[in-house]
Antibody, heavy 119, light 110 residues
Framework: EVQLVDSGGGLVQPGGSLRLSCAAS????????MSWVRQAPGKGLEWVAN????????YYVDSVKGRFTISRDNAKNSLYLQMNNLRAEDTAVYYC????????????WGQGTLVTVSS | QTVVTQEPSFSVSPGGTVTLTCGLS?????????PSWYQQTPGQAPRTLIY???TRSSGVPDRFSGSILGNKAALTITGAQADDESDYYC??????????FGGGTKLTVL
């Protein structure tokens, strides 16, 4: 059974940093693109970042470029999102998702982890 | 910047059929955008329904189907049930590694 477990969320001050993690199991992690998707309180879903199997390609939504870094450790079956210089508008539930069709859609989702940016 | 458009809300009667659409603020949606659809109830993670226009995700009943209708992607639900009442999101792949979600459609079954 495919499982994605998100963790690392919490309360952080504006300008601060946070690192999210996603532990994957039930599939061969190293053979899939992976993604992060977020949802601000009461708002819709927003794609944040994608990463290829070997980390040779990484893509970001414009609003996080230069501040967020997606990475993975295939030996540990884990996906990460390093978030720096956080802003109030980054407040959201962050979902890890397994990407399908070469990163063009998502097929399995984590339960999400809440990031709150506030002073 | 291209915006992905969805109906903000829709209602359907139990047992009825409803078609939700996913368009572009400029241009037409084709299979090259790899449209996909997701269902989300409050407080829960999204659930994948359809990917690559019309491929149902594992375990999704065949009441849910995807297609291209005119210049939009479409999600059709036949025989609507009470637990289909959810938010539905589409995603379009814009190329260059970028995907964009629509704003979502709140479906009411009544």
């Amino acid at each position: 059974e495919v499982q994605l477990v998100d963790s690392g969320g919490g309360l952080v001050q504006p300008g601060g940093s946070l690192r999210l993690s996603c532990a994957a199991s039930g599939f061969t992690f190293s053979t899939y693109w992976m993604s992060w998707v977020r949802q601000a309180p009461g708002k819709g879903l927003e794609w944040v970042a994608n990463i290829k199997q070997d980390e040779s390609e990484k893509y970001y939504v414009d609003s996080v470029k230069g501040r967020f870094t997606i990475s993975r450790d295939n030996a540990k079956n884990s996906l990460y999102l390093q978030m720096n210089n956080l802003r109030a508008e980054d407040t959201a539930v962050y979902y890890c998702a397994r990407a399908a069709v070469w990163g063009r859609s998502f097929d399995y989702w984590g339960q999400g982890t809440l990031v709150t940016v506030s002073s | 910047q291209t915006v992905v458009t969805q109906e903000p809300s829709f209602s359907v009667s139990p047992g009825g059929t409803v078609t939700l659409t996913c368009g572009l603020s400029s241009g037409s949606v084709s299979t090259s955008y790899y449209p996909s659809w997701y269902q989300q109830t409050p407080g829960q993670a999204p659930r994948t329904l359809i990917y690559s226009t019309n491929t149902r995700s594992s375990g999704v009943p065949d009441r849910f189907s995807g297609s291209i209708l005119g210049n939009k992607a479409a999600l059709t639900i036949t025989g609507a049930q009470a637990d289909d009442e959810s938010d539905y999101y589409c995603v379009l792949y814009m190329g260059g590694g970028i995907s964009v979600f629509g704003g979502g459609t709140k479906l009411t079954v009544l």
